[in-house]
């Protein structure tokens, strides 16, 4: 596998190392020497960082996959996916996109790692259009192992297909949208929760630590075993339907309080359990509970702590 990533700031680092630790070769442009040089040192950090946890057995070897290049056709040359890493700026990005659809065969993937930026705003009225797509990491990528995988009506199902697969082979979980919003999938949620921090402690209800803290040790850490739908169906007895009877009037209310009518609507719920019983049925119910709080310990004698007292 060969990877091109355009641009070394934090988040291009980050990609280099994902893709290096999975073997990869990796190439790393920047137009930048500076930002050349400030890319090796952060690299070289980075590296030695995951050695020091047992992340990662020989960051010497890793290293040695990755190239850094100020000339974009070297770095572009035979590649299988561009990895784009350019600042959030959609006329900065479209320029790339011309350049390195180009210099790139008609079956490279060209990926953005955009946060908010469309594949379809990038490669409008661009030839290589249907080459584009977004994929968004979690951040820093190399910790987080999910990707957004955006492509616009553009995109052919094929470079769809190869981007998902080369990130698979790279140890990230490609999520595929079935189609383009504007902050994806994790600035969105991500998007909630802030507004809602935001509105409570402007309204003097907690103070922006103690947020913190409800969601680090409480939601957070929660979040990290199981997310939010298979949350509230654990958290209840009889499932996520049950949960909904029950909590969707107060979640209701709390959307009225800050101007939003989104009702969980019959058929709404209906297709949330059907995706919840598909994936566990409510025979497993208990098992699952007994799983989710194995992990939680998991994670409380991994941090070196003790589960709140009585």
């Not at 409480?218 to 909590?247: K, S, Y």
Request: aromatic share 4%; charged share 25%.
């Amino acid at each position: 596998m060969s990877v091109a990533v355009v641009g070394t700031g934090s988040i291009g680092v980050a990609f280099a190392l994902v893709f290096a630790r999975a073997g990869a070769e990796v190439r790393c442009w920047d137009p930048l020497p500076e930002a050349i040089g400030r890319a090796r040192a952060d690299l070289a950090d980075k590296a030695a960082t995951l050695h020091r946890h047992g992340l990662l057995d020989d960051p010497d070897a890793v290293l040695g996959l990755v190239t850094l290049t100020s000339d974009l056709s070297t770095a572009t040359a035979g590649v299988e996916l561009v990895q784009e890493c350019a600042p959030e700026d959609v006329e900065l990005k479209r320029d790339l996109f011309a350049r390195l659809g180009e210099l790139t065969g008609p079956d490279t993937v060209l990926a953005s790692s955009s946060s908010a930026i469309s594949a379809s705003r990038i490669g409008h009225d661009l030839p290589a259009a249907d080459r584009i797509l977004v994929g968004h990491p979690g951040n820093p990528p190399y910790l987080l192992p999910v990707v957004e995988v955006v492509p616009s009506p553009l995109t052919r199902p094929d470079v769809v297909e190869r981007a998902s697969a080369t990130y698979a082979d790279a140890g990230l979980h490609p999520v595929r949208l079935r189609r383009e919003v504007e902050g994806f999938l994790f600035n969105r949620l991500q998007g909630a929760v802030l507004r809602e921090a935001y509105c409570l402690v402007r309204d003097g209800v907690a103070s922006v630590a103690d947020i913190d803290a409800v969601m680090r040790l409480g939601l957070g850490r929660r979040w990290g075993v199981v997310g939010p739908f298979e949350t509230v169906d654990l958290n209840t007895r009889g499932g996520i339907g049950v949960h909904a009877g029950r909590m969707g009037p107060a979640y209701a209310r709390m959307g009225a309080e800050r101007g939003q009518d989104d009702p969980w609507t019959e058929e709404l719920v209906a297709e949330v359990v059907r995706q919840r019983r598909e994936a566990m049925p409510l025979e497993e119910w208990e098992q699952r509970v007994r799983w989710r709080d194995e992990r939680l310990m998991d994670l409380i004698a991994d941090e070196g702590g003790s589960a709140p007292s009585a």
